[in-house]
């Protein structure tokens, strides 16, 4: 890169953080937003449509988890080929083209594979932007909690985008006599994500990051970060469930297709409204108390519509959800950007998104099979909650680390 385009990009990072911070935000929107979080818009048409229990229902969300925890454990060694940029803008296209061929199939076992597919590709736009953001962050530090929670703030742009797309397109191809109006949601959300990933590329290719040689060479102890390590698994275990089965819960309870635009909407909207709200937190704690406090909110939200159907105390939940679970995981690259060297910040993160991983296989087909064994989603959102429950209890004993807890080599 010619010196003096580095001087531009090193310029205009420094002078408008914020602007950079929005446009990688639209990797979040992709990756989480769009490519996982819609599906709670479409699992009851889908489900009704080909005929599935909760189990396959919910397996779907298991399969695009399972795929994000291949992407996790292949991202590391990926970026040291392809470069941290490379991996952030060749995920994103290949979420996007993934995301049109679920529009494109009706066939079970093929949109299982998609979305294990998409789950993996996804999770090359999420570690490889959280990097990217963290060294954002490390050139403002003191912004950088808001700066984190922006990037991750970014799913809820994808919240309430699909909150309107998929309902619109849906009923669009009803209209035109249509056989499976779902997969226009699928397709429309496709193109939505090719014109995010255009806009976020540039500005996202001006983030410096780590000499080649010391990307993904840290190391450390991964005992000394087991508390938030599995605070963070049972985050991943207990929030999901309500991401993938409170629309369909809503709809059973007798909600209107338009109060259920607005619940999600606003949910989404307390996601982008998040970053503010729990940056100073975020910045100052170096444990895993944010983590802590983040899950045991979480799990008071996911409690509410399993306990009752009023419409006031659902809508608080999905404010009171929206504005916390997106910080929940920008405050793992916080505790990983304070207590660890910038030359482990690649593998602490992926450390982190492969707990959170596995904690999502395993949710929506626990919630599912509760669902069916039951007769109710809300049994299965009880146990969401007290996953979430234990999530903070283990997040609480995570101590910030010394000098002498963390290994380089």
């Not at 937003?33 to 909760?54: E, I, Q």
């Not at 803008?89 to 079970?108: E, K, P």
């Not at 619109?168 to 090719?194: K, Y």
């Not at 929506?364 to 007769?375: L, Q």
Request: glycine share 12%; with cysteine; aromatic share 10%.
């Amino acid at each position: 890169m010619p010196a003096s385009t580095a001087h531009a990009d090193h310029d205009f990072i420094t002078r408008h953080p914020l602007l950079t911070a929005l446009a990688l935000s639209l990797g979040t929107a992709i990756a989480l937003g769009v490519a996982r979080f819609s599906y709670a818009l479409l699992l009851s048409p889908m489900r009704t449509d080909l005929g599935w229990p909760y189990l396959i229902a919910g397996g779907m969300n298991t399969g695009n988890a399972l795929g994000y925890l291949l992407g996790a454990l292949a991202t590391p060694p990926l970026a040291r080929r392809f470069g941290t940029h490379g991996m952030l803008i060749g995920g994103a296209l290949a979420t996007a083209f993934f995301i049109i061929l679920s529009g494109l199939v009706t066939d079970t076992a093929t949109l299982l594979s998609l979305r294990i597919v998409t789950g993996t590709v996804s999770a090359f736009v999420f570690i490889s932007g959280g990097i990217l953001v963290s060294r954002l962050a490390a050139m403002h530090p003191r912004r950088a909690g808001f700066l984190l929670g922006v990037f991750y703030g970014g799913s809820g742009i994808g919240i309430v985008a699909s909150a309107w797309l998929v309902p619109l397109t849906i009923a669009a191809a009803s209209a035109c006599g249509v056989a499976h109006g779902w997969q226009w949601a699928w397709l429309a959300m496709g193109a939505l994500s090719l014109i995010a990933t255009a806009v976020m590329a540039i500005p996202a290719l001006r983030i410096p990051t780590l000499p080649p040689q010391t990307q993904g060479a840290g190391h450390f102890r991964l005992r000394t970060l087991g508390f938030g390590l599995t605070g963070y698994f049972m985050f991943g275990l207990g929030y999901i469930g309500y991401m993938t089965f409170v629309i369909a819960l809503l709809k059973e309870q007798g909600m209107s297709a338009g109060m259920i635009t607005l619940f999600y909407t606003l949910l989404g909207v307390a996601v982008v409204g998040s970053s503010r709200l729990w940056a100073g937190m975020l910045d100052r704690f170096r444990g895993g108390q944010s983590l802590a406090l983040l899950n045991a909110l979480l799990s008071i939200a996911t409690l509410v519509p399993a306990v009752t159907a009023a419409p006031a105390a659902v809508f608080i939940s999905g404010l009171m959800f929206g504005g916390v679970f997106l910080s929940a995981v920008a405050s793992t690259t916080a505790l990983v950007r304070h207590n660890l060297p910038p030359a482990s910040w690649s593998v602490g993160i992926s450390a982190f998104t492969i707990v959170f991983a596995a904690g999502q296989i395993v949710g929506p087909t626990i919630v599912g099979w509760i669902a069916d064994r039951s007769g109710g989603l809300q049994q299965g959102l009880l146990f969401s909650a007290l996953a979430l429950l234990i999530g903070a209890l283990l997040a609480w004993r995570q101590r910030p680390l010394n000098s002498s807890q963390v290994l380089t080599q």
